[in-house]
């Protein structure tokens, strides 16, 4: 039994284009609501949450109309095309939306005679007040922005266990984490390029159109590539030669036991602790970083993605010998110290302290990351796996929602400079308390005959 990693590598382009989509999205958007149109941190915290709202809702939705559809391209495909290229169409156009804003924006700034940052959101602000129609049309493109991705994303994460043998499933998972950070990681080198987080008022549709190229290239690679179809159908023959098809498997059917139910509301209500720490860090560092501190956000970040990449085949190698509930409670901890330290940085502090801070926050956040969903995915079913995807998605994606808004409204009232990074490493910690209950989900330390094979976390 061994993993095909060039197929692995292929499915996993899908979510290449949406990571590579989602480090564009959280980078610039919370940029321009707050320094285009002026609108306060809990505003545009409450705008940022949206696309978790819709998640919550059109996730599962969307995962479970991909079962049903039968079509010579397969289950998931369609759902990837029509999805992409709205997503693709819809973005370039919030930006000219956007720049309709700054043409206008410029004018007023023209009779402003200080350049300071608060007076110059108070003036776009009183401008967006004054004439609301350009917000509008910028929410209502975003929304269609964000139906489009969501139409996709289940069906993109539901192609890997699709077309993987179960027990080569945590394997491939890491790979297509790997493939998803190679996408957000060449984002971030866009904003460098750009200088994203230099301009606070830049047109961002060079920008954005470049990010849609990378998003294309991906999308291209996978219609080229991926025989979705028939590599189901190979796999299905392969899990009844070796007797691992789900319908024979044993265990399999029938409802929870006690202990299971109480492990998977555990790892959910973990899940939600982290993501409301990791995400109120994440969808807001480019204000922070570009407002408060002064510094790059976008090489800081690439950092914390090579970190990751780098951590994947240890933290596999170490769950693979103490099980993936330990391993997770050492990310946990890692990705807390890293937020805490996180929060002694000043503006004062040179950059360069930051950078090893945010590698231990990617490891931190690569170590739960590659553990966390086969944990969820391994209490499931016969026939649930689907199912319990949307419970580990609906638990992320609140969390996401809860996040931006509890955050914003925290900042506005005792400011981002002390209440950052606590909140952070505040929610974080709480997930280790939840976690450290778990009792099912996990797996068999197993020794490996390979650094890749410890990848395979499942029993």
Not at 268 to 275: D, F, I
Not at 303 to 311: E, F, G, L, T
Not at 429 to 439: E, I, P, Q, S, W
Request: charged fraction near 15%; charge should be positive; include cysteine.
């Amino acid at each position: 039994m061994k993993l095909n990693y060039k197929r692995t590598l292929l499915v996993g382009m899908a979510f290449f284009l949406i990571s590579a989509f989602w480090q564009a999205y959280d980078a610039i958007i919370p940029l321009i609501m707050t320094n285009h149109f002026g609108l306060p941190q809990s505003v545009s915290g409450a705008v940022m949450s949206v696309d978790n709202v819709l998640a919550v809702f059109l996730l599962p939705v969307f995962g479970a109309l991909s079962d049903k559809v039968k079509s010579r391209f397969g289950r998931r495909t369609p759902f990837i095309f029509f999805g992409t290229i709205a997503a693709v169409v819809s973005f370039i156009a919030l930006t000219f939306i956007d720049n309709y804003q700054l043409a206008r924006l410029a004018m007023e700034f023209a009779s402003v005679s200080t350049l300071e940052t608060e007076v110059l959101r108070s003036v776009a602000l009183k401008f967006t007040l004054a004439n609301p129609l350009p917000l509008v049309g910028f929410i209502a493109t975003l929304l269609v922005l964000l139906v489009s991705m969501a139409t996709f994303r289940s069906p993109a994460v539901a192609l890997m266990p699709d077309v993987t043998l179960k027990p080569l499933r945590s394997k491939a998972n890491a790979i297509i984490n790997l493939t998803g950070t190679a996408g957000g990681i060449i984002v971030l080198a866009l904003g460098m390029v750009f200088a994203t987080s230099k301009n606070l008022y830049m047109e961002y549709t060079g920008y954005v159109v470049a990010v849609c190229a990378v998003m294309l290239t991906g999308f291209i690679i996978f219609l080229l590539s991926v025989k979705e179809k028939k590599w189901a159908e190979e796999m299905e023959a392969e899990s009844l030669r070796l007797g691992l098809s789900e319908t024979e498997a044993e265990g399999k059917g029938g409802k929870l036991s006690r202990g299971e139910f109480t492990s998977l509301m555990l790892i959910l209500a973990s899940v939600a602790l982290w993501y409301i720490g990791y995400n109120s860090i994440t969808s807001k560092y480019s204000v922070y970083a570009t407002n408060i501190l002064g510094f790059d956000f976008n090489f800081t970040l690439i950092i914390a993605q090579a970190a990751a990449i780098v951590s994947y085949i240890p933290v596999g190698l170490v769950a693979s010998r103490i099980g993936r509930r330990k391993t997770i409670l050492a990310g946990v901890l890692i990705l807390a110290t890293a937020f805490g330290l996180g929060y002694f940085v000043t503006p004062s502090t040179p950059e360069l302290i930051m950078y090893p801070i945010f590698i231990l926050a990617g490891i931190g956040w690569a170590t739960i990351n590659v553990n966390s969903f086969p944990m969820v995915v391994e209490l499931a079913k016969h026939g649930d796996v689907g199912k319990y995807t949307g419970y580990y998605y609906t638990a992320s994606m609140s969390a996401q929602i809860v996040a931006p808004i509890l955050s914003g409204f925290l900042y506005d009232i005792f400011g981002m400079r002390h209440i950052f990074f606590s909140f952070g490493s505040f929610f974080v910690l709480c997930a280790f308390v939840t976690m450290f209950f778990v009792r099912h989900g996990d797996s068999i330390p197993l020794r490996k005959k390979s650094a890749l094979e410890n990848l395979d976390v499942d029993d």
